[in-house]
C-alpha cells in the first residue's frame, strides 16, 4: 500500500524566512506532485517531477525530487504573505494510472 | 474554455436522503476521479474510472456510488449508508498515459 507522509503539518514562519516542506513516500513512485490549496478552494497544480534529481522552480518555491530516499522536498525562500495556504504532495504508483495518492497537508501561515 | 465542472458548489442533506452531485469535463478525457477531503486532512479516493461503462472502488468507496454512462460524466451519489457525509469532494480527470490530474472546483457537502 502506497503511504505519503508530509512534515510539517503545520508551519508558522515570518516573511523573509526560508523553510522546507519534506514529502516521504512508501513505494516506488513514478512521479510526484506538489498542490496548492486556498481555503475553501480545489488545488492548484504547483509542480510534477518525474525522475530522480528532478528540480523545479517557480518564484520562490523549488521543488525536488530522490527517488533513491524516495523523499521530495518544497523549499520555500524569502517567504511572502500571499505563500500562505496548504501545500499537499501525492505520488502515483507504477500501477495505479493517475490515481493519486495525498499527503496530509502542510498548513503554512507566513507572517508579517 | 476546457475544464471541469462540478455542481452545485454547496450541498445540503438531510439524515437518510441520497444527493447525487455532478461532475462533467470537455477535456476528452478518458479517465475520472472522486476524492474526498475531510478539514485538515489530505484526499483520499472514493472511486474511479478508466472507461466509459467501468468503474472501480478506491480506498473509501462504502456508501457511495457511481455511473459512467458517457464520457464526459461521473456522478457520485453519497447514499443514506454513508454515515458522515459532511465533506469536501473533488472530482477530477486525466488523459492517457499517466499525466497530470485535472481538478474540478469541487463541490461541499453538508448534512443537515
Known amino acids: 500500500e502506497l503511504k505519503v507522509e508530509q512534515n510539517p503539518l503545520f508551519l508558522s514562519m515570518q516573511e523573509g524566512k526560508n523553510y522546507t516542506i519534506y514529502c516521504n513516500y512508501s513505494t516506488t513512485s513514478d512521479r510526484l506532485y506538489w498542490y496548492r490549496q486556498d481555503p475553501g478552494k480545489s488545488l492548484e497544480s504547483l509542480f510534477v517531477?518525474?525522475?530522480?534529481?528532478a528540480v523545479k522552480q517557480e518564484g520562490r518555491l523549488m521543488a525536488s525530487l530522490d527517488t533513491k530516499a524516495r523523499l521530495s522536498t518544497l523549499h520555500i525562500t524569502a517567504a511572502v504573505h500571499d505563500l500562505s495556504a496548504t501545500y499537499f504532495c501525492a505520488v502515483t504508483g507504477e500501477t495505479s494510472g493517475s490515481r493519486l495518492t495525498f499527503g496530509e497537508g502542510t498548513q503554512l501561515t507566513v507572517n508579517p | 474554455d476546457g475544464g471541469i465542472t462540478q455542481s452545485p458548489k454547496y450541498l445540503f442533506r438531510k439524515e437518510g436522503q441520497n444527493v447525487t452531485l455532478s461532475c462533467e469535463q470537455n477535456l476528452n478525457h478518458d479517465a475520472m476521479y472522486w476524492y474526498r477531503q475531510d478539514p485538515g486532512q489530505g484526499l483520499r479516493l472514493i472511486y474511479y474510472s478508466q472507461i466509459v461503462n467501468d468503474f472501480q472502488k478506491g480506498d473509501i468507496a462504502e456508501g457511495y456510488s457511481v455511473s459512467r454512462e458517457k464520457k464526459e460524466s461521473f456522478p457520485l451519489t453519497v447514499t443514506s449508508a454513508q454515515k458522515n457525509p459532511t465533506a469536501f469532494y473533488l472530482c477530477?480527470?486525466?488523459?492517457?498515459?499517466?499525466?497530470?490530474?485535472?481538478f474540478g472546483q469541487g463541490t461541499r457537502l453538508t448534512v443537515v
Open positions: 477530477a480527470s486525466s488523459p492517457p498515459r499517466r499525466t497530470e490530474a485535472f
Open positions: 517531477l518525474l525522475s530522480n534529481g
